[in-house]
């Protein structure tokens, strides 16, 4: 006869409906399948803690955005962000749904090229952008996004060395009501820099000034602030036209689309707080289309958006260490989990959810990760059912940035699977093993 986990009586204040003897039946229910895939095989076949990433909601949701500009916009093109999500298996995903690649380093540039990415489909953003990295981008075609003057000035020197002409737009920042205001990246829009800029760029006469691009933030929970920044650079290029006689090509309205994670100190949750694909769509696309450019001049619509497209798509799978009490008498739970591969559990309220049913008795509890630094905490406070030791977790919502901002500390990183349109699952990148570790290493004579 199998022995229940002893749970302790507690008093709960009941507030509404039929309760069990626990009180309200707690509103989560287990994941205990991901696209036809019990938890626990995967967990058995590919370890724990692991990475599991969704083909079908990586596409689904892609196509949901898309579907949102389109219906509104006549050109628009997505191009996917490397830095949300480097691994190639992710990349080309995107570039099969006939997204371009953005990136901001030279390693991002290398990565977007070995996935044959053709040159002229290669955005690339960023404050750091070596000479040989300009100019293998200026061979390729690839627009550069101008972030600062100094930058500016190196392209135009090797723009009187090369044949090529250059193709350049500028990375603008500018006041949308969104604090912080995002100023370190681009040249500014309300003091005249960004304007200062582009006159720089258009009587050098060595550049082709085909593009304008802002990026106004992360996590933006308010479309309208896109649309402020659609009107500021359509601004520039109605500017640009009648000064010059000049039409660019495409504006560029960056990322920093919200998903539906949970950030830390938030009164409500990601899913009631987040714009819709629709919402956004209505506030850039309706500023474009009303401001002074010409309808013949309509420029192509880029956007980056990262994390809204593939935070949804991943999960971390996770099995419980240990229980203990804390010393004030609360419950903590350990997991094989730690901040080292989940970052974003520093400005998230991540959903940790049972992979088995689960009792409805539910209490306070703290969830740590297994590092030996006191800094690992997945979660301050969450009511949470006890779980024991061998129980499994499913955390979502993970698909951006953990797989790029994790950190070889302590623990070595997982494995990396996704599932296909097929529901079978494929590693896409193995976990690590001392092996790894290792092998960059060198150890001079004297130590030897």
């Given at each position: 006869m199998e022995k229940f986990a002893f749970e302790r009586p507690f008093i709960k204040r009941l507030s509404s409906g039929m309760p069990s003897k626990f009180g309200m039946k707690t509103k989560i229910e287990p994941i205990t399948v991901i696209d036809d895939n019990l938890v626990k095989d995967l967990i058995n076949k590919y370890g724990s803690p692991v990475f599991v990433l969704s083909e079908k909601t990586i596409r689904k949701t892609f196509q949901g955005a898309k579907r949102a500009f389109t219906t509104r916009y006549p050109k628009v093109q997505f191009a996917w962000s490397y830095k949300t999500n480097y691994l190639d298996a992710v990349c080309r995903v995107f570039h099969q749904e006939g997204v371009w690649a953005e990136v901001v380093s030279g390693f991002e540039y290398e990565k977007a090229v070995r996935n044959n990415v053709s040159g002229d489909h290669i955005i690339f953003n960023g404050p750091d952008k070596s000479k040989d990295d300009l100019k293998k981008a200026i061979l390729n075609d690839s627009p550069i996004h101008i972030d600062h003057f100094d930058e500016l000035y190196c392209i135009i020197d090797i723009a009187?060395?090369?044949?090529?002409?250059?193709?350049?737009?500028?990375?603008?920042?500018?006041?949308?009501?969104?604090?912080?205001?995002?100023?370190?990246?681009?040249?500014?829009?309300?003091?005249?820099?960004?304007?200062?800029?582009?006159?720089?760029?258009?009587?050098?006469?060595?550049?082709?000034?085909?593009?304008?691009?802002?990026?106004?933030?992360?996590?933006?929970?308010?479309?309208?602030?896109?649309?402020?920044?659609?009107?500021?650079?359509?601004?520039?290029?109605?500017?640009?036209?009648?000064?010059?006689?000049?039409?660019?090509?495409?504006?560029?309205?960056?990322?920093?689309?919200?998903?539906?994670?949970?950030?830390?100190?938030?009164?409500?949750?990601?899913?009631?707080?987040?714009?819709?694909?629709?919402?956004?769509?209505?506030?850039?696309?309706?500023?474009?289309?009303?401001?002074?450019?010409?309808?013949?001049?309509?420029?192509?619509?880029?956007?980056?958006t990262g994390r809204a497209l593939i935070d949804d798509a991943g999960y971390l799978l996770g099995t419980v260490l240990a229980n203990k009490r804390l010393a004030d008498g609360r419950r903590s739970t350990i997991l094989d989990i730690g901040v080292n591969i989940l970052f974003t559990s520093f400005w998230y309220d991540h959903s940790i959810i049972p992979a088995q049913p689960f009792s409805e008795h539910t209490e306070e509890t703290a969830i740590y990760g297994p590092l030996c630094m006191n800094i690992d905490v997945l979660r301050e406070a969450i009511d949470f059912p006890p779980l024991i030791k061998g129980d499994h977790v499913v955390i979502n919502r993970v698909g951006a940035y953990n797989m790029t901002q994790w950190m070889q500390f302590i623990t070595m990183r997982p494995n990396v699977i996704i599932i296909d349109g097929n529901n079978k699952p494929f590693i896409i990148r193995n976990k690590e093993s001392v092996e790894t570790i290792i092998s960059q290493e060198k150890i001079p004579p004297h130590l030897q």
């Open positions: 009187e060395e090369s044949d090529k002409i250059p193709k350049v737009a500028i990375r603008v920042n500018m006041d949308t009501g969104i604090y912080p205001q995002w100023d370190r990246f681009g040249f500014n829009y309300e003091n005249g820099e960004a304007w200062d800029a582009l006159n720089r760029i258009m009587l050098s006469g060595k550049l082709d000034l085909i593009g304008l691009h802002t990026h106004i933030g992360t996590f933006i929970l308010s479309s309208d602030a896109y649309r402020q920044a659609a009107a500021k650079l359509a601004d520039l290029a109605v500017g640009l036209e009648r000064k010059y006689g000049h039409v660019v090509k495409y504006i560029d309205l960056g990322g920093g689309f919200a998903s539906k994670s949970n950030l830390k100190g938030a009164y409500l949750p990601g899913t009631d707080t987040a714009p819709s694909f629709d919402e956004y769509a209505d506030a850039i696309t309706s500023s474009l289309i009303n401001s002074q450019i010409k309808p013949e001049n309509l420029p192509t619509l880029i956007l980056e």
